[in-house]
């Protein structure tokens, strides 16, 4: 029973407050849902796209505050990119733009990126 | 921005009245109660004043009372200390709960490397063990109960009169960790057939690092510390005078009415959450739960999450969630109670405290409502 808050640096508290990214798009054209095996926490994103760019891009997550965190983040880093563009970001590159995170919640970021991947290719396999 | 801090189980604010007279002894009574001089005595007499509040409150003789430097030393000494001294009579056998602190936890699971036998009950949804489930585990092998009087977690009270009397009759040793219950629950060692009873100072509003463990006289155990024989030789080491000083003046300042204070506070937190849509109570429901413990599930948000919101807000809290912990695994409390990780996950713990108010707890309802509200919008789980 641990109180983790004092370690998440202000960006990640900036982006775990308010979070512009969170939420659900009507008909999307492309869903990844994610279990996290390390915690057992659940993430979704979803994905609005055209003409092969990502138009629009939001996440839902029962997750902690690094989750939400990165999520968002990895929302703002994708948003306008290509689907190529897209599935160049890793966790690390999250991590980066967080400005780090503790490293027991590294593994929350991984989250984030397996989701989008997973949605880009659920999108890839509705495409062909 | 106001704090609210609602994380009393973790520690307490040290009251000032407690503060105030430790002060003398870091200043001017700073003498080492081994010697044999004027600061010397003065704080041997001051010990010996302290060690007999704390040994009237719980019923006991001042001789049976060994001062510590906390919850988990005591926990630590009654176990090891009487598994060790009776290394080779065959009584090598532990009876304890799955919902122990983990310094009682461990503590066994390090027993068990050095030959013991350890037996974890099981626990019902509220979190109280059967007596009767001691009764059938108990066998001629069998050296001690050991219990958690009151439950850190989910607040349950065990019937430990009852329990005492079965250990009483069948001759093995009861234990119990009331680092919890203490000055909150009746704890009395000659009715309720105590034979240890590990005590702490900072969650009754005393100083960290004291503690005290109380050993039915005429009980054998080693000591874990071997040095100039203080404590009856069974806890070497110059005693913490300050800290014992300040944690006997926070067991005079507690006070019956306290609890019905933190009750009523309690109660009235626990009713407004669970308006909240899909939120459960963890623990009892009756006069059995501690009188400062709320420990609810948010479902479909993570505990972790709310308790970052909450803290935003200025209200401290806690989770037994596996996000918060070190090793990414929620609570074996909420485990052994039935719930599912993903529902221990979505846990929130609030302990109050003598010093909170009621619009304290008027605040925190209105900022749970929006918080939940906010993070169940974040959530893909519906
Ligand atoms: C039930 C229980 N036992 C033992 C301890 C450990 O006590 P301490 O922190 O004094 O070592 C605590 C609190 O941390 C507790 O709540
Ligand atoms: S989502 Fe569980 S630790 Fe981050």
């Known amino acids: 029973m641990k109180n983790k808050f004092e370690q998440y640096n202000k960006q990640v508290m900036k982006h775990f407050l308010k979070p512009k990214h969170a939420g659900k798009i009507k008909n999307p054209d492309a869903v990844g849902r994610i279990n996290n095996d390390m915690c057992g926490d659940l993430m979704e994103i979803y994905l609005k796209i055209e003409g092969g760019k990502i138009k629009d891009i939001k996440f839902q997550t029962m997750g902690c505050a690094a989750a939400i965190a990165s999520s968002d983040v990895l929302c703002e880093l994708v948003l306008g990119k290509s689907l190529e563009e897209a599935k160049e970001i890793d966790n690390k590159k999250i991590i980066r733009e967080l400005g780090g995170l503790p490293l027991i919640k590294l593994h929350c970021s991984v989250l984030g ?10 999108y890839e396999s509705k495409e062909k | 921005m106001k704090q609210i801090y609602l994380d009393n189980a973790a520690t307490t604010q040290v009251d000032k009245k407690v503060i105030e007279v ?19 005595q003065e704080a041997k007499r001051a010990l010996e004043e302290s060690r007999s509040v704390i040994a009237r409150s719980i019923g006991a003789r001042s001789d049976e009372i060994i001062f510590t430097s906390g919850g988990t030393e005591s926990n630590n000494l009654a176990l090891k200390g009487l598994f060790f001294a009776n290394k080779g009579t065959g009584k090598n056998h ?9 310094c009682v936890m461990n503590a066994c699971k390090w027993l068990e490397e050095q030959g013991a036998r350890v037996t974890y009950l099981n626990v019902d949804e509220q979190g109280f063990v059967d007596p009767e489930d001691i009764r059938k585990a108990i066998t001629p092998e069998t050296l001690v109960v050991s219990i958690i009087h009151g439950n850190n977690e ?26 919890q219950s203490y000055t909150k629950a009746r704890i009395n060692v000659k009715k309720q057939n105590l034979d240890f009873v590990t005590l702490n100072a900072h969650k009754i509003h005393g100083p960290k690092g004291v503690g005290a463990l109380y050993i039915r006289d005429g009980v054998k155990i080693e000591p ?5 024989r203080h404590e009856k030789n069974l806890r070497s080491g110059t005693e913490n005078i300050p800290g014992i000083i300040g944690f006997a003046k926070a067991v005079k300042t507690s006070r019956n009415s306290d609890i019905k204070k933190m009750e009523k506070l309690r109660d009235k937190l626990i009713n407004g959450i669970l308006k909240i849509q899909n939120t459960n109570l963890n623990g009892p429901k009756d006069e059995n739960r501690l009188c400062n413990n709320i420990n609810v599930c948010f479902n479909n948000i993570e505990g972790e999450a709310i308790g970052g919101y909450l803290d935003a807000y200025g209200i401290s809290s806690s989770t037994g969630s596996a996000c918060s912990s070190h090793t990414l695994e929620s609570s074996h409390v909420l485990k052994a109670i039935g719930l599912s990780d993903l529902q221990a996950n979505t846990s929130l713990r609030l302990s109050l405290s003598k010093f909170n108010k009621e619009e304290e707890i008027d605040y925190v309802l209105e900022v749970l409502n929006k918080v939940v509200g906010k993070l169940r919008r974040m959530s893909p789980v519906k």
Not at chain 2, 155 to 176: A, D, L, N, S
């Open chain 2, 224 to 228: 874990l510390a071997h040095g100039g």
């Open chain 2, 94 to 102: 532990i009876i304890t709960t799955k919902i122990e602190h983990d």
């Open chain 2, 154 to 179: 989910i607040g349950t009270i065990q019937p430990i009169g009852e329990i005492g009397r079965i250990c009483r009759e069948k001759q093995v040793y009861f234990h119990i960790d009331a680092c």
């Open chain 2, 22 to 40: 430790m002060q003398p002894y870091f200043s001017e009574k700073y003498g080492n109660a081994s010697s044999q001089h004027l600061k010397g």
């Open chain 1, 113 to 122: 990126e397996r989701t989008l991947r997973k949605a880009i290719e659920d």
